[in-house]
DNA sequence: GTCTATAGAAGGATAGAC
DNA sequence: GTCTATCCTTCTATAGAC
């Protein structure tokens, strides 16, 4: 919240911007040292390589991500659930979406790196399934118990690669908030069919409204 | 099939062999060479570049997989059509599944080869809907007709994407042909909410003989 | 904390002999 | 067609002065 950011965090703030705008891989940290006007000697007084500042990013992530989701506790109304993860996991994506545009290239070279997005995936993973089975018991949605599992994976596949979907599908990586916010769609889509009649009105007003959201983008007409 | 390969063709395989073990990325024009026993100016004699390279293996993926899909006219049986669609796109997947592992970034490296592959993707698309329009047809799913363009490009996002899950989700890389196979079974699931009751016996019998393919592979039981 | 200068390593690619 | 030798470029990372 302060405007007097410290080097290091000034670093990180660069980083992302950077990784967002040109991809984490073309990006060096000469790039970034000279973006923030500093030079590559300070960078490295403050981080001892690449990978190092990828993993204060991913703290960031983690620390913004456990911040923003609804308490398990909060049983107020299962499809409330559904849309707040939906929001949660959707925002984030954006704002870090460089993570998600090479995700597997990233993970592959920091072993790490990889542990930790692990753990945090069971959680992701655990929460999910706690939503899918409250959508269940209120009636939202009807689904065999057994396939639960099965299905909750289906859905973090679909919402992991929804932005490296959208770069091999579009002649150049613009990747905006609003086509983002088509995953939203796409993940809603896998929900209809399962929706009990009783819930269909609410499901197709949470449609409308992620809709709206994705509107603004015509780069790709998926 | 001839026994005495040349050069540029031993190259093309032992590319795709040593991709496929340690990845795209990991392995350099000199690793090749160094593999084949020949020099890297040999190496470049025949090939310009590395994306040259992987020009060519994607030439020779497009051409086995348009030389073992079924021809459209061929209306059999839709079930059939969906089954060879999945036997034929898992099966190249998993010979060149180096190149599924790092899609976005292999495509951004060379805009002329993301050309090439969004063609050949526009092709794919078109055959999935075909499928899943028979399978309408055929009264095995009931889909709304405005739902099966987006059904498509989730069917194709989850096939594109499964190495790539795979190896996020997986503490080291261990792809193997079994694993890539539980793939289908995910793919399967996405048909099961909109199978009518008569189909259904047919799409469990379909996912017990992919489950007998997929279960060799204890490496993640997702 | 920050800078300048530079070492060091890796990979891609080419020249020229055979 | 193939080899040896080597250059060029890019990037990471460190040493040492201020």
Redesign the interface.
């Known amino acids: 919240m302060e405007k007097k950011l410290r080097t290091k965090d000034k670093i990180v703030q660069a980083s992302i911007e950077l990784f967002n705008a040109q991809?984490e891989?073309q990006v060096t940290t000469n790039h970034i040292a000279a973006h923030l006007g500093i030079s590559p000697g300070n960078l490295y007084y403050h981080f001892r390589n690449k990978e190092d500042i990828l993993r204060h990013i991913f703290k960031e992530y983690t620390r913004l991500l456990e911040s923003r989701i609804q308490p398990p506790g909060d049983n107020a109304e299962a499809l409330d659930a559904l849309a707040n993860y939906l929001d949660v996991v959707f925002e984030l994506m954006w704002r870090f979406h460089f993570f998600y545009?090479?995700?597997?290239?990233i993970?592959?070279r920091d072993p790490a790196l990889?542990?930790e997005?692990?753990s945090v995936?069971e959680h992701v993973l655990a929460r999910v399934i706690r939503v899918l089975n409250a959508l269940r018991q209120a009636g939202v949605i009807e689904?065999p118990e057994q396939?639960t599992s099965?299905?909750a994976?289906?859905i973090?596949?679909?919402v992991?690669?929804?932005i490296?979907?959208l770069?091999?599908?579009a002649?150049e990586?613009i990747i905006d908030q609003a086509s983002v916010y088509q995953g939203v769609?796409?993940v809603l889509?896998?929900f209809?069919?399962?929706a009990s009649p009783a819930a269909m009105p609410r499901i197709l007003q949470l449609q409308q409204h992620y809709q709206r959201l994705a509107r603004q983008s015509e780069s790709v007409s998926?």
């Open positions: 991809g891989r545009a090479n995700l597997p290239d993970l592959a990889h542990k997005y692990q995936q689904m396939e099965e299905f994976h289906t973090k596949l679909v992991t690669f929804w490296s979907y770069k091999t599908q002649p990586q769609l796409k889509l896998l209809k069919p399962y998926v």
